[in-house]
């Protein structure tokens, strides 16, 4: 992009949606999303990640940016992928994290979760298996490969742990239907939580058609079930024709910090990528540089951010500052903590 393309969208923009209202409630970011590793042992249609050659974070490396990442005020971990578990020394960098006080949040396809489960008992406080359909041909078909039935083995063996883990469905018009089965069949026996996490679009991946109106009202129906976490304001995004770039909602490069397995910064988000530093041992000061700044400025005001509905930068977008998604964000918000306690944890840290 050329430097006068880049200084349109540095300018304040007229509003002309002052029904946002926006009030920036958390300065500094809240969450890091630690990409340990590119690779996958799924091949998931929905998903490009797995066709990146890709190192493993170093430890040594991984201790050091936590560390920063705490000075920088981040609260939460997300270590992912690729299949984070495919990570040889996921439970040591995990254990890291709660050492100094994170949160940690991981997402598994559980191709190995039977394997590690022992030795990540206890450290992870929003543990999530994938799990696209209550039919095993379907959901091995959506993912690439034969991982139902590890989904069900890893729920029994997760169960005898004590550990808490939730499903995350993520939601196509071709599988609304599923949801009810996933419901009633395998969350409701196992007393899990079912999160509805709505598929986005995004670089040329294809999900196949966008959610319907239609769909996104029966997602809303949903939401409201006991033991299923909707995150509303996903939903009101999506209605709203996603982030405008005009007036974004999107705080991708100042609410969430990522980190790829070549220990470098990217931003503004991992989808768009468009700018990678080394991190060189300096991860703070290297956020609080000039350039840094400069390209997190532009969160949600490229020409790629028309139209985005990246869940993974919403969500925290969502959550350092009040706007209209705020509130739509925050029952699910207090619903899901309240069955999982986790601002309980939090408060230790
Ligand atoms: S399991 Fe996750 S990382 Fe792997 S291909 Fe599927 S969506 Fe992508
Ligand atoms: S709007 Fe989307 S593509 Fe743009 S910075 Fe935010 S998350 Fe990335």
Redesign the pocket.
């Known amino acids: 992009m050329g430097g006068s393309d880049t200084a349109i969208f540095l300018q304040p923009q007229k509003r002309k949606y002052d029904y946002l209202q926006t009030m920036r409630l958390i300065p500094h970011p809240v969450l890091c999303n630690y990409y340990v590793t590119y690779r ?5 249609g ?2 490009d ?2 066709e990146k050659p890709s190192p493993y974070a170093d430890p040594g490396t991984v201790a050091i940016n936590l560390r920063h990442l705490k000075k920088l005020g981040v609260k939460v971990i997300d270590f992912t ?3 984070p578990l495919l990570h040889r020394q996921i439970d040591t960098l995990l254990g890291l994290a709660k050492e100094k006080g994170f949160l940690t949040t991981l ?1 598994t ?1 559980c191709l190995l979760y039977p394997k590690w489960a022992e030795k990540l008992k206890g450290k992870i406080d929003m543990l999530h298996f ?1 799990l696209d359909s209550a039919y095993k041909s379907e959901h091995d078909r959506s ?2 490969v034969a991982c139902f039935d590890f989904v069900m083995e890893s729920i029994d063996i997760a169960g005898s742990l004590g550990e808490r883990p939730d499903i995350l469905f993520t939601v196509f018009e071709h599988n609304m239907d599923q949801i009810e089965a996933v419901y009633e069949n395998i969350c409701l026996p196992n007393d899990l939580v079912l999160i509805l996490n709505p598929v986005f679009d995004y670089n040329s991946v294809n999900t196949g058609p966008s959610l319907s109106k239609e769909s996104l009202d029966k997602l809303t129906h949903w939401g409201k079930k006991t033991g299923i976490y909707l995150n509303e304001a996903f939903i009101q995004l999506r209605k709203d024709g996603g982030n405008h770039v005009t007036h974004p909602v999107c705080k991708a490069g100042s609410s969430t910090i990522v980190i790829s397995p070549e220990n470098k910064l990217v931003l503004p988000c991992y989808h768009l990528g468009l700018r990678e530093f080394n991190i060189d041992n300096d991860l703070e000061n290297l956020y609080h540089s000039e350039e840094v700044r400069k390209l997190i400025a532009l969160e949600g005001r490229l020409p790629e951010c028309e139209g985005c509905t990246i869940n993974c930068y919403m969500q925290p977008s969502f959550a350092v500052e009040m706007n209209r998604y705020w509130w739509k964000a925050l029952p699910s918000t207090i619903k899901y903590n309240r069955i999982k306690g986790t601002w309980k944890n939090m408060l230790k840290t």
């Open positions: 996958c042992n799924a091949k998931c929905f998903c990640i797995w992928g690729g299949e997402t396809n994938s993912r690439g």
